[in-house]
């Protein structure tokens, strides 16, 4: 797939990166700017379900609209660079997949409107008002709710019965911090003995999942975070050569080879963004259109992986599985 289906997937020329321009021609239709932390062929089936989106509200790409990409090809480092880009691009509306895009991109505007189909603590970062009035130029999916990353925690002890040491790999150079507190919150009830690994970037991967087989961690949990999403595949195969069972949030993980994930279907999440961007070009204010939460958590099983690893899924898990792969 990649590249070459990813331009494909949004129209032939329209799509041609490394961006495109908007023309000055008054009659030119509005512009969306496409700010992903992600490369863009990684973003392949989120970027369809963003697409249909607009095509089920009748709004078609060239006719009602322009699409304009930019993407940090997984690099939060770049994010403020990139912002600065897009903002300057002057378009109507950006959708910033993900929230270290929108707290980049909201230091340079509060005029044009960001839709986020997957924001994380918006409040907390200064990002809204609140979910149901966000007041500013902000507004989105919340791809998150409390005690998601709690679970995570539970299902690896799930995996790994008796477990007393489970690791934590986060990403520090992202803005999002609710993700180490609410684990470490969680686990006062729990009692387990917590190894937090620290990166930056992509390069500390190796070390990161050495350091954690070393350090005797029976499972690890992965923090939700464009970086993490953008290497999945290594993470995978990382987790799978250091003999660590790892518990994800997106099933593009277990896709990728991973073993199990708990949290929110993010196609639904884009697909959902595009009523946003509808509704704000056609007259609406971000700030008075309410975060929406989500409405289904689905939990995903890589049967190959966990035999791999030497692992039986309790029946429990797998009675409650939305999907269990073989």
């Not at 990161?208 to 464009?226: E, I, K, M, R, Y």
Request: with cysteine; hydrophobic share 50%.
């Amino acid at each position: 797939m990649r590249r070459r289906e990813f331009i494909a997937l949004l129209g032939g020329t329209a799509a041609v990166w490394p961006l495109i321009t908007r023309a000055q021609a008054l009659n030119k239709p509005p512009v969306i700017a496409f700010m992903s932390l992600v490369a863009p062929e990684r973003n392949v089936r989120l970027m369809g379900a963003f697409v249909q989106g607009l095509r089920e509200l009748d709004f078609v790409q060239d006719r009602d609209f322009e699409l304009a990409l930019r993407s940090a090809e997984g690099r939060l480092d770049r994010a403020a660079s990139l912002a600065r880009e897009v903002v300057d691009l002057r378009p109507d509306v950006i959708l910033a997949t993900a929230t270290p895009a929108v707290v980049a991109v909201s230091a340079l505007t509060k005029t044009v409107p960001i839709v986020c189909p997957l924001l994380a603590d918006p409040v907390h970062l200064g990002l809204i008002a609140s979910m149901s009035h966000p007041g500013g130029n902000v507004t989105g999916v919340l791809f998150r709710t409390e005690g998601l990353v709690g679970k995570q925690l539970e299902l690896a002890l799930q995996l790994i019965p008796g477990a007393r040491r489970i690791g934590f790999l986060v990403n520090v150079a992202g803005p999002v911090v609710i993700d180490r507190e609410e684990l470490e919150r969680t686990n006062r009830n729990l009692g387990v003995e917590l190894d937090t690994m620290e990166v930056r970037v992509p390069d500390d991967l190796n070390g990161a999942f050495q350091a954690l087989a070393n350090s005797g961690v029976q499972a690890v949990v992965v923090q939700t975070d464009p970086m993490f999403f953008n290497e999945r595949e290594r993470i995978s195969a990382l987790a799978a050569a250091t003999r660590l069972p790892a518990v994800y949030a997106f099933r593009d993980h277990i896709d990728a080879g991973g073993l199990i994930s708990y949290g929110v279907n993010l196609a639904e999440c884009f697909h959902s963004a595009a009523g946003y961007v509808v509704r704000i070009l056609k007259g609406s204010k971000p700030g008075d259109l309410p975060v929406e939460f989500p409405t289904k958590l689905e939990l995903i099983i890589n049967l190959k992986a966990a035999k791999a690893l030497g692992i039986t899924v309790p029946p429990i898990l797998l009675a409650t599985a939305d999907e269990a792969i073989e």
